[in-house]
Structure formats: structure tokens, C-alpha cells
């Protein structure tokens, strides 16, 4: 048998003994405004253009209906209603009475009287 020793490539790199100093920040630029990645083009952070009417929801119904599963429906409300309903028949009643909650619900109504 021969004695194989080994080659420079597969052996470990040596580990470094000392800590590794960090490279200090560029120097911030003065004219005030912030540098995109490349030139003439915008960063992907802005304001939003969009403005508010004042609406903002404060019923959701969520439905789920998997295939081959068994469908669910949750009706919640910021009047405290918070309902749930597994099955067919009983989720298409608790859609319908989500329905018919959006006019009594008091929050519902309030805001409609105030926005008059």
C-alpha cells in the first residue's frame, strides 16, 4: 500500500484566531435627498396616492368552501356579533342572516346617521 497524503484542496481551511473587524459605513451623502438603487428609478417605498372617503368595514364574512369538504362560513362583527357555522345548510343560513345584520347592526346605523 502506498501512503496517500492529502492534497491541499480537501484540507480545512484554517480558522482565523482574532476577531473580524467590520468595514466602516460610506460617509452619508449631504444632499439631503435618499439615493435609489440605480438612477431614475423609484424606490419601492412611497406614500400611498390613494386618499380615504372615511369608510372602513366593520363586518366581514368569510367563507370557505373546499372541495370535497365540509363548508364553513363566519360572520364577524365590531357590535361584538362573532358566529360560525359548519355544513351546507347551516352556512347558507348564517349568510343570510349576515345579510339581514347589516341592517340592524347599531355601528351600521350610527355611521349612517352621522355621515347625513
Known sequence: MTNRTNSPLKSLPST?????HA???????????PKDVAEGVPSSVRSDPQTGDGRYPIAWLTISAPRGALPTATSICECGRNLFAAG??????????HARHRDVCPLRATEERNAS
Do not use: N, Q
Open 88 to 97: 351546507h345548510r347551516k352556512a347558507l343560513a348564517l349568510i343570510d342572516d
Open 23 to 33: 468595514e466602516p459605513a460610506p460617509a452619508a451623502s449631504d444632499s439631503g435627498t
Open 16 to 20: 482565523p484566531t482574532g476577531p473580524d
